[in-house]
């Protein structure tokens, strides 16, 4: 799967996520931050899953109705966990993030937000 991670992300997350097979992008390479739409905007024209620990995607996407391939939104989990988290989530909702899912993933539950008119769905079991 393609991945852009903010540079908020934990850079080293890369790493683990390319060994196994995701085509991952870090934010934090390039040489100037360019801001929140323009990351996104670049996430959608790759057709990238964007991950971050930022909370104003989700509104870009749902306010100002932005265009995206996913949002997986990390909340909570120290540098070292955040490719875990994201690898675990990317193989449980992968295809609904493409779909435009917009996923939040705290310890212990998991929020999908799926495309259309307000739906949300919690587990109450997660990345932990």
């Known amino acids: 799967?393609?991945?852009?991670?903010?540079?908020?992300?934990?850079g080293k997350a890369a790493g683990p996520l390319r060994l196994l097979g995701h085509d991952v992008v870090w934010a934090g390479d390039w040489p100037r931050?360019?801001?929140?739409?323009e990351i996104l905007a670049r996430a959608f024209a790759e057709e990238?899953?964007?991950?971050?620990?930022d909370k104003d995607f989700?509104?870009?996407?749902?306010l100002r109705n932005l265009r995206h391939f996913g949002i997986l939104r990390l909340v909570g989990f120290r540098a070292g966990k955040q490719a875990e988290v994201c690898a675990a989530v990317l193989a449980s909702h992968g295809a609904e993030l493409l779909a435009g899912a917009l996923i939040t993933a705290?310890?212990?539950?998991?929020?999908?937000r799926t495309p259309g008119p307000s739906t949300a769905d919690e587990l109450d079991e997660g990345p932990n």
């Open 1 to 10: 799967m393609k991945v852009l991670l903010d540079s908020c992300v934990w």
């Open 33 to 37: 931050d360019p801001g929140d739409e």
């Open 58 to 62: 989700g509104e870009l996407a749902i």
């Open 48 to 53: 990238r899953v964007l991950v971050t620990l």
């Open 106 to 112: 705290e310890r212990g539950r998991l929020r999908v």
